[in-house]
């Protein structure tokens, strides 16, 4: 009875030393966690054309201020506030009943000065020859003086060489002496009116050249050209009188009504909108890289939910105030529908000029910072390097710190601490 017990003892023993060796044999330590995998890029050497982020506002592409110097009042005003005008078009007409009869009076004294003209033609032409036939009469009297001349001279001669002869009396020479002397008188006459003609012809001259007929019709067509050009002054203040957009745009002050006159104020403000200005502040350093006609992209909060419009640089405007850093990006957009107004407040991107480097993806940096990237090592250990960003494009960076070339981690903000092993693959 006492063996059976020692036994069954013995073998309860057994049985519970090999349950624990079994059960000690099988415990296991805690699993390994696999390495996380990571995408990867690689640096590569190139250019990229970095972007600036700047705030500003919209602005028109030019304000017009219309004004009239017309002491005319307002017949018809034909805009309000807020209307869309086109080139040319009708914005207001003043009256001009006073300057239509100016216009009549100067039309008619143009009229009577262009007769007057004819009229000192057609007399200048008779002058003229009238004066050419006084000359020639004066030339046929001096031959006809001169031959009475010649003749009496030559009786004289005859009667005094009778008179030594004894067949004529010393009466008769005296008489033939005397007649000559008359003649001699008669061509001292004819020969002054001859002088006389030749005169008046040369003065009268001709009406094509120089003369006092040509500068009486010259005068005459100068005083119907200020008539003349009189009346056109009219016509013109009476175009005027028609006060006209000379823009597309939109009216955004009217200042004049019907029966008002103009005087010396802003009648009406015109704004053309598109296209249309962003102005964008910027510092010294971040216009330095910035050049005319570089692309930009303008978002809108304001329109459809932070709509973008897409230009370029119109103009980089030096500093606003003397001694201050504030600087202008004038970036120029289409404007179809009008959809940016002039005093909206938006974001632009700007283009610089492009920058050479080792480029990595924006998205490698660790941090807000940008001056640390994640290299993966030959054991494909992770291992923290320092960079210096020099430009961005918003998804590309050039950096200086590491070689083209090199493998990092395209998230580098993922959760890894330098020489944690990764997997490459999925």
Do not use: W
Not at 86 to 107: E, I, N
Not at 250 to 267: C, D, T
Not at 280 to 290: G, V
Not at 323 to 335: I, P, R
């Amino acid at each position: 009875m006492e063996r059976r017990g020692a036994l069954s003892a013995g073998f309860f023993v057994a049985f519970f030393a090999v349950v624990a060796v079994t059960g000690c044999g099988g415990r296991k330590g805690p699993p390994q966690q696999p390495a996380p995998f990571v995408e990867t890029a690689v640096a590569s050497f190139g250019s990229i054309q970095p972007a600036r982020q700047l705030a500003g506002v919209i602005a028109p592409y030019q304000n017009v201020a219309v004004q009239s110097t017309l002491a005319e009042p307002a017949a018809a005003v034909y805009v309000r506030e807020g209307d869309t005008v086109h080139a040319g078009q009708l914005l207001a007409q003043l009256d001009t009943s006073d300057l239509q009869a100016q216009l009549q009076s100067d039309l008619a004294t143009a009229n009577s000065n262009h007769a007057n003209t004819t009229h000192t033609v057609y007399q200048g032409s008779l002058n003229i020859q009238q004066g050419l036939s006084t000359l020639r009469s004066s030339e046929a009297a001096v031959r006809q003086a001169e031959q009475t001349l010649s003749n009496d001279q030559h009786n004289l001669a005859r009667d005094q060489n009778l008179l030594t002869q004894g067949y004529i009396s010393q009466q008769a020479v005296d008489a033939q002496a005397t007649l000559v002397k008359n003649d001699q008188q008669g061509l001292n006459t004819a020969n002054a009116n001859l002088a006389t003609a030749r005169s008046t012809v040369s003065a009268n001259g001709s009406l094509s050249g120089p003369g006092l007929q040509s500068a009486a019709v010259q005068q005459s067509a100068a005083q119907e050209q200020v008539a003349q050009a009189q009346a056109q002054q009219v016509r013109v203040q009476i175009g005027k009188a028609a006060i006209v957009s000379p823009i597309d745009g939109v009216v955004v002050n009217r200042n004049i009504n019907p029966g008002e006159y103009p005087g010396n104020r802003q009648i009406f403000t015109l704004q053309q909108v598109d296209p249309i200005y962003a102005v964008l502040h910027a510092s010294s350093e971040e216009i330095a890289r910035m050049s005319n006609g570089a692309p930009a992209t303008i978002a809108a909060a304001d329109v459809n939910g932070n709509a973008k419009f897409y230009g370029h640089v119109a103009g980089v405007l030096n500093q606003i105030n003397p001694g201050s850093t504030d600087f202008q990006v004038k970036v120029l957009l289409a404007n179809p529908g009008r959809r940016l107004r002039p005093g909206m407040v938006v974001q632009g991107s700007v283009a610089t000029m492009p920058v050479r480097g080792v480029r990595v993806p924006a998205t490698a940096f660790t941090d807000d910072n940008h001056d640390a990237v994640m290299e993966i090592q030959p054991d494909e250990t992770v291992r923290t390097v320092r960079v210096t960003e020099v430009g961005t494009d918003g998804t590309t960076s050039v950096v200086a710190g590491i070689a083209a070339g090199t493998r990092l981690v395209s998230n580098g903000q993922m959760s890894l601490g330098d020489g944690e092993k990764v997997s490459l693959q999925p």
